[in-house]
């Protein structure tokens, strides 16, 4: 029950329950919630923001009574995910700082936060900047400071489950140039201060079945050994838990939002899979979902099952940019060989197939609904200025579950009035929040969880007037929005080279942002998937039919407003009379209006208009009758040609 409490609930209800008994009646679910509720009351630590100065006096203190002169904390847990289990949030236990993406160094004398563009308002809000020097990335990087403050003859700790194997080699020549070394440490120094750390989460692993899937795990995993064996490896370890989700056909519900279930796999040229997770938390109809050809063995016999591999001599591929310094390491110890290559699920996984579609795009409709739903009632109550942004959260959310399919929300919604809009990866409290006030622009970021498909919408809307500036910022962010909505490119083309389409215009005008422009959404999965991206960040992979991928260029002016224009695209081939190549187009999934008080109509050209108001059509016409009477009359007006 401790881990089952240690599990986010999410908003499907309690499932769980069949992990303590599995014919439990009224009486007992409610006695056994109740207890549940009681130990998700113990508190870890984690939200105490900043975190209290002492807790890196006492990291300090153990690091010296080891030996070691520093250590390096990372975000990451083990699996090297955006979202992580509680008891795996060192970083923030230990600075207060939440993002999802950041690394700490701690030395004797001093310690660093490292961020990138979306949280440099965020990380001096949430950290206590005397105690933690921010930096941000890749304006100087983690190795650039520990060249330049590790002591000469310096040991730098760090902990080889949480070191990526690309990451150590880095991290290793740093501190080879100040004269030190990156050493592993048998167990994690944090681990040893933080005296409350929740045990590890039990959330049941259930089955996703192929009316959602498209594809059976079975014929999967033929497919993915082939092409482990392409690359001239005997066996696949497999260490994101996303990638054995999708290769087994299961999800779950260890960490927040996203339906993952912890644990390790290995892949054999066979198509047999040994899967390294806790059985408690497999029900027994799941283990025979999973079938003769997935062994489910306890996760600390993985190192054994390493080993064994190396005493055979087996050529094992491993992701060197995500799989864990420690089992590489094993491996090469006990003889094997490494193949390094990318995870062999990561592309087919991101291509969906046509079952995956119909059911995005079903998800889609139905999320469509909601959010239309709520822009209309936001549009009719906030004229007050009285309503405050997580009650208005908390709207958008109701609506959702109100389509009575809402298995969770796909991320923490974002919703950020006036200046709180600045920030990219902004989060409500209580004390933090905001009244939706007249002439201000109020951003809201947010997205569902549905078993036929992942969503991820923002949009910016105006509360009262927005001024000439707003409007013209807008403007050129939804331009950037059209051209990449727009956009048809030759086969092999990748992200990085679609990027400048959404930031041109903010260029013209002297303006840009600090975050990529596209990221990859999973089936029932993640809400940020890879291995594809619209990023100024260059990619080698290219993008392919099936794939999902986030248009959300904006613009962000600190301490007085933001303003971002998000919907989810599908990448499908494009038909150009005379093309003398193969050519991709975008397929806007989301269905919801954009804001027109917003836009300075003079402004945008012909074809853009044309595009809008196709845009607000399809709206209008999918939504409208799903939605209520009152709903679709706001809707008429909010879709009216431009």
Not at 155 to 164: A, E, I, N, V, Y
Request: proline share 6%; hydrophobic share 40%.
């Amino acid at each position: 029950m401790r881990g089952v409490a240690a599990a986010p609930e999410g908003l499907a209800g309690p499932e769980w329950v069949e992990l303590i008994t599995p014919d439990s009646d009224p009486e007992l679910t409610k006695a056994l919630t109740a207890w549940r509720a009681e130990l998700a009351r113990a508190d870890d630590g984690l939200d105490t923001v900043p975190a209290p100065t002492e807790r890196l006096a006492l990291l300090r203190a153990e690091l010296a009574r080891r030996g070691i002169d520093g250590f390096v904390v990372p975000r990451a847990d083990e699996h090297q995910g955006e979202y992580v289990p509680r008891r795996s949030q060192r970083l923030a236990w230990l600075t207060g700082f939440s993002g999802s993406a950041g690394l700490a160094i701690v030395l004797a004398d001093r310690a660093a936060i490292f961020i990138d563009g979306r949280y440099t308002l965020a990380v001096r809000a949430q950290v206590d900047t005397a105690a933690f020097v921010p930096h941000q990335i890749p304006e100087e990087s983690p190795e650039a400071w520990i060249a330049r403050h590790l002591p000469k003859g310096g040991k730098l700790g760090f902990d080889p489950w949480l070191q990526t194997v690309d990451g150590h080699e880095r991290f290793a020549r740093a501190c080879e140039r100040a004269g030190g070394s990156f050493v592993p440490m048998d167990s994690n120094p944090v681990d040893a201060v933080w005296r409350d750390r929740l045990p590890a989460p039990l959330a049941p692993v259930l089955p996703h079945p192929v009316e959602f899937a498209g594809e059976s795990s079975d014929a999967k995993r033929t497919r993915i050994a082939a092409i482990v064996s392409s690359k001239g490896a005997d066996v696949a370890l497999v260490t994101a838990p996303d990638s054995i989700a999708w290769l087994l056909n299961v999800r779950g519900g260890d960490v927040p939002r996203t339906p993952f279930a912890l644990g390790f796999a290995l892949l054999h040229g066979d198509g047999h899979v040994d899967l390294y997770m806790d059985r408690r938390k497999v029900p027994d109809r799941t283990l025979a979902w999973l079938g003769n050809a997935v062994t489910l063995a306890p996760p600390e016999e993985l190192g054994s099952a390493l080993d064994t591999l190396g005493k055979m001599g087996k050529r094992v591929l491993i992701e060197s940019s995500t799989a864990p310094h420690w089992a590489a390491t094993r491996l090469q110890q006990a003889g094997a060989a490494l193949v390094r290559e990318a995870d062999p699920v990561a592309l087919p996984k991101a291509c969906k197939n046509a079952v995956e579609l119909a059911g995005i795009r079903a998800a889609h409709h139905r999320d469509g609904a909601a959010v239309s739903r709520f822009l209309g009632w936001l549009a009719r109550e906030s004229k007050a200025g009285k309503l405050r942004e997580i009650e208005v959260s908390d709207r958008l959310q109701a609506q959702r579950l109100q389509t009575g399919k809402l298995r969770d929300l796909s991320f923490d919604t974002i919703s950020g009035a006036g200046p709180n809009g600045a920030i990219v990866h902004y989060r409500a409290s209580e004390a933090s929040e905001r009244a939706l006030q007249p002439g201000s622009l109020y951003l809201v970021d947010s997205g569902g969880q549905y078993r036929d498909g992942t969503t991820d919408i923002t949009r910016t809307v105006a509360i009262g007037t927005p001024s000439p500036e707003m409007r013209d910022r807008f403007t050129r962010v939804l331009k950037g929005h059209i051209a990449l909505a727009t956009a048809r490119f030759p086969a092999g083309t990748t992200g990085s080279q679609l990027d400048a389409l959404a930031r041109y215009h903010l260029w013209q005008a002297g303006l840009d942002y600090d975050h990529g422009t596209g990221h990859g959404v999973g089936a029932y999965l993640s809400v940020h998937e890879g291995p594809h991206r619209i990023s100024k960040m260059a990619s080698t992979v290219a993008l392919l039919p099936g794939m999902i991928v986030s248009n959300e260029p904006g613009y962000y002016k600190t301490d007085a407003y933001g303003i971002r224009i998000e919907n989810l695209v599908a990448v499908r081939e494009a038909t150009i009379e005379g093309a003398d190549r193969r050519y991709y187009e975008f397929e806007t999934l989301t269905l919801a209006p954009i804001d027109l008080a917003c836009i300075e109509p003079g402004l945008l050209t012909g074809p853009e208009r044309a595009w809008l108001n196709d845009y607000h059509r399809r709206v209008r016409e999918a939504v409208g009758p799903d939605v209520d009477e009152a709903t679709r009359a706001w809707l008429a007006e909010a879709t009216r040609a431009l």
